[in-house]
Structures are given as structure tokens and as C-alpha cells.
């Protein structure tokens, strides 16, 4: 099974209300299901585009928005969120970035222009691959896959920054 990055869109009500439920219940349970609309996966792309922007291909200030939006880096980790419910426990547990912290990040990516972004991407899928850090297995336009999860991430980040809300990041 393939790593994924994924994300979760709360309130910080509901990570309390987890992190209660994580307390109260004999297998540390949060009770963890943000609805679908919520929740994002990412892939590789993520990964890929902060990969070829530390590689030369972007100004540096990108890949390290990229790895704040991804990692959580300015993040806590949320222990009571490390449980089979939320994912299966492979890498380190799930980080919070509080809604200040993803309100930066909204604005932030809604300043990058992601095709002058891409622009110097090689044009042939296995080179494209390969400046990301993926040397093998994919086949298509990773410009287009690149740009497509790039703009899932600012939505996602957007509407959670509208909302007020906690992005919660994990790898699955």
C-alpha cells in the first residue's frame, strides 16, 4: 500500500470533543470521522511539488509554505489522535495547525501562481517524475497532476481559513 498525504478540515471544538472522547474511553477512541467534504488526499503531489521546488526549481519561500502546508510544521503533534481510527500508525501521529496558522497558509498559497510555478517542469512524464523526486511509476502529465493537487490544497486551506478552522495533517 502506497503512503498518502492526507488532511482533515475541524473545528477546534471537534478536536477537543476527540480529545475528551480519547480520555474517557477505554481504547483512547477519539471518535474521529470529519465528513468526506472535510478531508483531502493528496497523494504524492504534495510531496513531489515540494520536492522540485527544493531542488532548484522554485524560490525558496514556496518550499518552505509547501512544507508548512504539508508537514505542519508550525503544528502540535496531537497525541490523543494517534490511534488506528485516525490512521495506521506507520509515521508520526497526526499535527494540528490552529486556525491562525492555517488563515497564513491560506493567504500564503493563494499567492503562488502555479503555472509559473511549473513552468520549467520538464515536459516528458519520466524526467517530470524524476524532478519531483519520483524516478519510476508514473505515466501522464505530472504538470497537470502537480497543478491539480496544488489547487485542492488552496481550496482546502481557504475554506478552512473562512471557516475558522484547524487543518489537521497526516500521513496514511
Do not use: N
Not at 472535510?38 to 521546488?53: F, H, I, M, N, V
Not at 508550525?74 to 486556525?99: I, M, N
Not at 493563494?110 to 508514473?138: I, K, M, Q, R, S
Not at 502529465?141 to 478552522?165: C, I, K, P
Amino acid at each position: 500500500m502506497a503512503l498518502s498525504q492526507q488532511f482533515a478540515r475541524v473545528s477546534p471544538e471537534y478536536l477537543e470533543r476527540c480529545r475528551q472522547s480519547a480520555l474517557d474511553s477505554p481504547g483512547a477512541a477519539p471518535g474521529w470521522d470529519p465528513p468526506a467534504s472535510d478531508r483531502l488526499d493528496t497523494g504524492w503531489a504534495s510531496w513531489g511539488l515540494a520536492a522540485y521546488c527544493r531542488s532548484g526549481g522554485a524560490d525558496p519561500a514556496v518550499a518552505g509554505l509547501l512544507d508548512r502546508a504539508v508537514s505542519a510544521t508550525y503544528g502540535q503533534t496531537a497525541g490523543y489522535l494517534d490511534h488506528d481510527e485516525v490512521y495506521d500508525g506507520f509515521t508520526d501521529p497526526p499535527r494540528v495547525l490552529d486556525p491562525a496558522e492555517v488563515e497564513k497558509i491560506a493567504r500564503d498559497l493563494g499567492d503562488v501562481d502555479v503555472a509559473a510555478l511549473l513552468a520549467e517542469l520538464p515536459d516528458a512524464p519520466a524526467e517530470a517524475a524524476a524532478a519531483c523526486g519520483h524516478a519510476e511509476g508514473f505515466s501522464g502529465d505530472v504538470r497537470a497532476h502537480l497543478s491539480e493537487h496544488f489547487t485542492a490544497l488552496r481550496e482546502f486551506y481557504a475554506g478552512a481559513a473562512r471557516r475558522g478552522q484547524c487543518v489537521v495533517v497526516w500521513i496514511d
